[in-house]
């Protein structure tokens, strides 16, 4: 079966073939009942336009790249955060017609081929996940004049537009709430120090703490499960007296969970413990994880919008989403 073709179109709705063009390209130059008796044409042959013309004249591929600066080992890991991220964009990008390109950075070599296929022209836009401080594609992206949204803060001083939460105040919020409960020496494991969210976090437990006279009791984690039970093991050693830990992501939470338990430290009664970011598996812990629930879905929705509003010319201030405190039984 022959696929249908312009001149199909354009014979079966009595027009010419420029005008059909102009139509399924979204022109408004041609009138309501005309564009009605092309559409009809259309959906009675089932034409399908050529993607590949369509982008020649209309200088657009409707393809947007979600590039996440990490080895496939850590997107496809256990962390939900990645999969989360990635298939509440998609739908968002769907909605709008918009396809996506998935592309993984997490080598030199990763990044060489990513700047290659954004700057040859086959996506209308970029969205970073995952930044690193070090990561060169965020100041590479730019410089190419494509439109682009970062997911989180960006680690490097390069004005891109991004969507985050307020990781500062979600962070605070945690180490108040442990305040609340009489706590008095209250640890944390952070997160990376390369990555925004990592810093803005530590920041925060820093100010919650420093207004009550308290002092900072800091390891640092990689967000994985056993960087956060490796830590643990490290702040009981070093200070076997800490009665809470506030911990920048649930995935390590996870992990300060079974040292402690390992280590015979009941929880909350030896230990509180209050996570971040509320994953699915923090209601599902033992005890349930206490944590700052960070709007992932949202944010990454936001994102999408943003970059949709950047092709239509509209601002690119970043967008802050509010935190907020989950309590359950671990603090």
């Known amino acids: 079966m022959k696929r249908p073709t312009l001149e199909a179109v354009a014979a079966r709705a009595g027009v010419s073939r420029a005008t059909v063009s102009r139509v399924v390209n979204g022109q408004m130059t041609v009138t309501p009942q005309i564009r009605d008796a092309v559409m009809r044409a259309v959906d009675e042959l089932g034409y399908v336009p050529n993607s590949a013309a369509r982008s020649l004249v209309t200088q657009r591929t409707d393809s947007i790249a979600l590039v996440v600066s990490e080895p496939p080992t850590r997107v496809f890991s256990e962390d939900p955060m990645f999969s989360t991220v990635i298939r509440s964009a998609s739908l968002e990008l769907e909605a709008a017609d918009k396809q996506v390109v998935l592309m993984l950075g997490g080598s030199a070599q990763s990044h060489a081929r990513i700047e290659r296929y954004i700057a040859s022209g086959h996506v209308d836009g970029v969205m970073l996940i995952s930044m ?3 990561d060169p594609l965020p100041s590479a992206v730019a410089r190419m004049g494509v439109p682009v949204v970062s997911y989180g803060r960006p680690a490097v001083p390069v ?3 991004y969507v985050d939460n307020d990781n ?10 442990l ?7 209250i640890a944390t494991i952070a997160g990376p120090q390369d990555m925004i969210g990592g810093q803005d976090r530590l920041k925060g437990y820093r100010d919650a703490l420093r207004e009550s006279d308290r002092r900072s009791i800091v390891a640092v984690g990689d967000f994985t499960r ?3 039970a490796v830590a643990m093991r490290h702040l009981l050693q070093d200070d076997p007296d800490l ?8 995935l390590m939470a996870v992990g300060a969970l079974q040292t402690l338990r390992q280590a015979g430290r009941r929880v909350p009664d030896d230990v509180a413990v209050v996570g971040f970011d509320d994953i699915e598996a923090a209601r599902y ?3 349930p994880l206490t944590t700052i629930r960070h709007p992932i879905v949202e944010q990454a929705a936001a994102m999408v919008r943003l970059l949709l509003d950047l092709f239509k010319g509209g601002p690119a201030d970043p967008v802050i989403l509010p935190t907020e405190l989950v309590v359950r039984d671990s603090a």
């Open 132 to 134: 690193h401080g070090a």
């Open 159 to 161: 004005p891109l537009p």
């Open 168 to 177: 500062v105040g979600g962070a605070e919020k945690a180490v108040r709430h």
């Open 179 to 185: 305040l609340d409960g009489g706590r008095r020496r």
């Open 226 to 228: 056993e960087s956060g």
């Open 243 to 250: 009665d809470a830990v506030f911990v920048a992501n649930d």
């Open 285 to 287: 812990t033992e005890p």
